[in-house]
């Protein structure tokens, strides 16, 4: 179909593609096994999606070709098809997908995917994995690349061969150059885990393979590292090691905040919503959900020149030091409660729609109480080349 404007479009029912941008489902990009052997990939994602399906699938994944390898489903975690399976980890936020008795022909693009109802999104989302299966005996091997956000964490998961069971494992930051390279974490022959300050090692000798995880990501943190097996020069003239490039992205972390904050009638709240060091000089506001801009729903709203301001009984502040803006509502009243949302005003010419987080505000009589509880980053999906021209109706559909 071919609208007017000259952008050729596909049926979306029949695609199943990757969200660029907000890193809500991601994993090792590269995954190397040998012939016969087998190999794991694991996938991270939000907490929202915890029900959903998790499905493997060649690419170019198509629905209509029915390409899905293998998928739980809400009263199956663990799921398997011949030589192929898949187990969901509800409890950590992942689920890996295992190959076995390797062939050559097991070689390709295949993709981790999480299954969306249209009511959810627009499409499923999906993260891309190349699979290398190598004839030779790779005494160590490990994804070849590995994806994680700032804020959040990553693990990478090498695999050896049963020889190398009680030798020591690291991880360490490149380049390789024995005996000049720090080992940033190492285990022992009594030390199956150990960690080192946000880094730590395991190593599982029942499944021959240990995982090296990276918490409280940094962008600094991304560079090429190794993972690496420590063996005396007497057993053989070479010490195994992997290269890793780490990559860390801002991720879906453009604009976050509280899920909840509780007040009590007469008093005040605050609410702090932390953005990412691009949107500085954007305008920062509050609004009452839906927030559409034919409502003129926005309470209050900082410009270039006003870090600062007021509106009644709500105040709104920006600190670009800190990259944050803090809400304020005083002599609070029960008509106060409900959904809020604090936005960054962003231009049309840089997207679609502006950055906006949902807040519930809760205002309850003194002596009340009220547990809030954390929730994720909130991001509306990119899709360039795709204009997502929505009417007012479709928007307060989205943004409830």
């Known amino acids: 179909m071919t609208l007017r404007s000259g952008v050729t479009w596909l049926p979306s029912a029949l695609l199943l593609l990757q969200v660029p941008g907000c890193l809500t489902l991601s994993g090792p990009e590269q995954v190397t096994g040998t012939v016969g052997g087998s190999l794991s990939v694991q996938c991270r994602y939000e907490r929202q999606f915890k029900e959903n399906n998790k499905y493997w699938c060649k690419s170019p994944c198509l629905a209509s070709l029915r390409t899905k390898i293998v998928e739980t489903t809400k009263s199956e975690r663990e799921v398997r098809s011949g030589r192929v399976s898949i187990r969901d980890h509800p409890a950590t936020l992942t689920f890996t997908v295992t190959l076995e008795s390797l062939t050559e022909s097991d070689g390709g693009t295949y993709r981790c995917g999480i299954h969306r109802p249209w009511t959810e999104g627009l499409i499923d989302l999906t993260f891309q994995v190349e699979v290398s299966v190598s004839p030779g005996c790779l005494s160590l091997s490990c994804p070849r690349r590995v994806t994680g956000t700032v804020g959040g964490s990553l693990s990478v998961q090498c695999r050896y061969e049963k020889k190398y069971t009680d030798h020591n494992k690291y991880w360490c930051k490149g380049p390789w ?10 285990t022992t022959e009594s030390q199956r885990e150990v960690r080192s300050g946000r880094v730590s090692i395991r190593d599982h000798p029942a499944t021959l393979t240990f995982t090296v995880t990276l918490e409280s990501l940094t962008e600094g943190d991304g560079g090429t590292y190794w993972c690496g097996m420590d063996r005396p020069w007497t057993e053989e003239p070479f010490v195994p090691t992997f290269p890793v490039v780490v990559s860390v992205s801002p991720g879906c972390l ?15 709240l605050s609410v702090q919503c932390r953005y990412e060091k691009k949107y500085t000089d954007h305008n920062k506001y509050w609004c009452k959900s839906p927030c559409l801009p034919s409502l003129r729903t926005k309470i209050v709203e900082t410009t270039e020149s006003q870090r600062e301001v007021r509106s009644g009984r709500v105040s709104i502040r920006d600190h670009p030091a800190t990259l944050t803006f803090t809400v304020t509502l005083e002599s609070l009243t029960e008509s106060d409660g409900g959904t809020y949302r604090c936005g960054i005003d962003t231009p049309w010419t840089e997207r679609l729609i502006h950055l906006t987080f949902p807040v519930e505000v809760s205002v309850v009589s003194p002596g009340e109480s009220h547990t809030p509880s954390p929730r994720p980053c909130f ?4 899709l360039p080349g795709h204009p997502l021209v929505r009417t007012d109706m479709e928007l307060k559909s989205w943004l409830k």
């Open 177 to 186: 150059l024995p005996p000049l390279t720090r080992k940033t974490v190492e």
């Open 254 to 268: 453009s604009l976050s905040g509280p899920e909840q904050v509780t007040g009590t009638v007469g008093g005040s």
């Open 379 to 382: 991001r509306l999906p990119d």
